[in-house]
């Protein structure tokens, strides 16, 4: 490898980034961003790794160099958090987290002083806020998106309750996982750094990670610190109070993190409010509906929602007569005109902070009337994500990273758990003769 020039380093890293379905669209402000994370010799060594999960003697392999010397180098990648490992059935694996929710978050979940985090986070800010093409790939690029909303708990009346599944509860989250950790807020630190505090003084110690991931970090550098369940359920309550959002990843199990998110900080949120009416996370499955009798007109709904999607507006207000000749009822509109919060269900998110924020109660969620589809994994989600991309033949052939029967299998199994319709996408881009015979045989 030694005939590479730096250019050719970080040009081959950034080319085994994007080979995986969540990329990061080249320019030099990402090269700035990989040259600060990755030495020269990191970047070579890691354009060569499989992006989904591999051993140490997988890596070794690679790069033609003794397990010994291989194991050091991934040590430090996951101390830089580069790298997450894991315990596979008593093996020891590691894998190159996505750029988001990974490796450029990671960076600044903790203080750092091997590298100089106010020009990291001035070159995040220039890549996600200003250049864009990054956040519009992440957020839309495809119909299955990264992240889900959670509603807020505590606003959901009794009955309401009843009809609550265990996977859009965060609590069930906390109470399901074996690790959990919490660590500085990312978007916070980051437009700390860039001149653009958080308009709200929102809380940073309450970005939290779940199991593997958790233990990860917690174990290589203290990018997150390991919590009890009452500590985590804490975390949750700090932030209903302070109007946050909490957004995990799309999958009904396991889900690696749930970020508790601000609308002006936030990438996912500040994307919802510039890019309205698209999009950028998939919603809860309730929605605020406004009792007018209860309503007060004080607007402070519209003030807390984060992204803008509740309008105070005039509206003149209506009168019931009853003609007693005819004994017709009719509608009469007064000349009085009176602040109403509108609320756009295009865009709402379904989180329940005006519901909590109301202090009339005259905001209640309900269930909308068309449920939102939550992948059941990450294994699900990744090859959904692939399907609408075009780039499931990446997911199966990376560097022989499904090799192995039981990951073949796993990815399979995702795919025959699809709709007709997004199973003859994944053969047409698989085109695989094994693929279509296991496709006919589950029909």
């Not at 690029?141 to 959901?156: F, H």
């Not at 996982?177 to 309450?206: F, L, Q």
């Not at 302070?242 to 500040?270: D, T």
């Amino acid at each position: 490898m030694g005939h590479l020039t730096t250019k050719d380093a970080y040009k081959n890293l950034e080319e085994r980034i994007n080979w995986f379905t969540q990329g990061a669209p080249p320019s030099e402000t990402l090269y700035k961003i990989l040259q600060v994370l990755y030495t020269e010799k990191e970047a070579k060594w890691v354009a060569l790794l499989p992006v989904r999960p591999f051993t140490l003697k997988k890596a070794a392999k690679i790069w033609g160099t003794t397990e010994a010397k291989a194991e050091k180098l991934l040590d430090r990648l996951c101390e830089k958090a580069l790298l997450v490992d894991s315990d596979y059935y008593g093996q020891r694996q590691f894998v190159m987290p996505p750029p988001m929710a990974g490796f450029i978050e990671f960076a600044l979940m903790r203080t750092r002083g091997d590298i100089d985090q106010k020009y990291l986070s001035e070159l995040y800010y220039q890549y996600l806020n200003v250049e864009e093409d990054f956040v519009k790939d992440l957020f839309f690029a495809t119909e299955t998106r990264l992240g889900r909303v959670y509603v807020q708990e505590p606003v959901l009346t009794n009955d309401k309750m009843n009809h609550i599944l265990d996977y859009e509860r965060a609590t069930h989250i906390v109470e399901e996982s074996k690790y959990i950790g919490v660590g500085t807020c990312y978007c916070r630190h980051k437009m700390y750094h860039a001149g653009h505090p958080c308009e709200i003084n929102a809380p940073w110690d309450v970005c939290l990670t779940f199991d593997n991931v958790a233990r990860s970090l917690a174990e290589h550098g203290d990018y997150a610190r390991l919590i009890s369940k009452e500590e985590a359920k804490e975390v949750l309550e700090r932030s209903y109070e302070s109007n946050l959002v909490q957004i995990g990843e799309n999958v009904r199990e396991h889900p690696a993190f749930i970020c508790n998110c601000c609308g002006c900080c936030c990438e996912a949120l500040q994307a919802a409010r510039k890019f309205s009416p698209m999009q950028p996370v998939a919603t809860t499955n309730y929605i605020p509906k406004v009792s007018w009798e209860k309503c007060i007109a004080c607007g402070k709904c519209a003030k807390v929602c984060p992204i803008l999607a509740i309008a105070m507006e005039e509206r003149a207000e209506c009168t019931e007569e009853v003609s007693i000749e005819g004994e017709e009822q009719s509608t009469k509109t007064s000349g009085r005109k009176r602040k109403r919060p509108v609320i756009n269900e295009e865009i709402c998110l379904g989180c329940g902070v005006c519901a909590r924020n109301c202090p009339a109660k005259a905001i209640e969620l309900e269930r909308r009337p068309i449920q939102v589809i939550t992948p059941v994994n990450s294994t699900h989600r990744f090859v959904l994500q692939a399907i609408e991309k075009g780039t499931l033949q990446n997911l199966i052939f990376d560097n022989q990273a499904f090799a192995n029967h039981r990951a073949m299998a796993a990815v399979f199994g995702a795919i025959l758990r699809l709709p007709p319709m997004k199973q003859a996408l994944a053969s047409k881009q698989f085109k695989s003769v094994y693929l279509d015979k296991l496709l006919e045989s589950h029909r």
